[in-house]
């Protein structure tokens, strides 16, 4: 894979990386416990979401389509919702199963892109799955934000553990058809797959799921 530096500057790609970023103020405003940071922190929590569709779009509409921006976009969404699940444990009392499994997900995906890009010398396009459980949390996110402890609140969180195990379903699909070819390999893989996901179940199971 080859990257021209001045990718960086692409508005596509600033705009992933601005989700970055804006992770420092929107921090901030979450530690703060006053009407104006609510508010605040409300705005700036749609601005990034919108961030997320916005890069695709401009990225399209501007042919500035490249394998930085590929590797870019996911590897962004991925440190922002994790930081901000992990913030929102602390000061919104968020699910911590829902944030083991994600990272845990997030994980298996940046291990496949990586064997991938090395196999086949390019990056590996998020899948449709992907992008729907990565809407569906930012939305169980902004939930948190407004701290809307009610079943709107429950119902999302619900459908967030589903779409992450769906899009790792498919992720773990797409690894399997494009590093193994024998049978033993795969059922290997599998079975390791598994076994892991298993212990990461059983380690959650003691916390509060929703």
């Not at 407004?146 to 459908?159: A, D, H, K, P, S």
């Not at 033993?184 to 598994?194: D, F, H, T, W």
């Amino acid at each position: 894979m080859k990257i021209n530096f001045k990718e960086f500057f692409y508005l596509s790609n600033l705009l992933s990386l601005s989700r970055i970023f804006l992770l420092f103020p929107w921090a901030y405003l979450l530690s703060l416990n006053t009407t104006l940071s609510y508010y605040l922190l409300i705005i700036l929590s749609i601005i990034m979401i919108l961030t997320d569709s916005l890069d695709g779009y401009f990225a399209r509409k501007l042919n500035q389509i490249t394998d930085l921006g590929i590797v870019l976009d996911p590897i962004a969404d991925k440190l922002a919702m994790a930081a901000g699940m992990i913030l929102l444990i602390i000061y919104r009392d968020f699910p911590l199963p829902l944030v083991i499994l994600l990272v845990y997900r997030d994980i298996m995906i940046v291990l496949i892109g990586w064997l991938a890009l090395r196999k086949l010398q390019k990056p590996v396009m998020a899948n449709f799955m992907g992008k729907i459980n990565t809407t569906v949390i930012s939305i169980t996110i902004l939930l948190a934000v407004i701290n809307l402890r009610q079943e709107i609140f429950t119902l999302f969180v619900l459908v967030s553990y589903l779409t992450i195990v769906l899009s790792g379903v498919s992720y773990a699909r797409t690894a399997e058809q494009i590093l193994f070819k024998t049978i033993p390999a795969k059922i290997i893989y599998y079975l390791v797959l598994a076994v892991v996901s298993a212990g990461v179940i059983l380690f959650c199971l003691p916390y509060q799921w929703i």
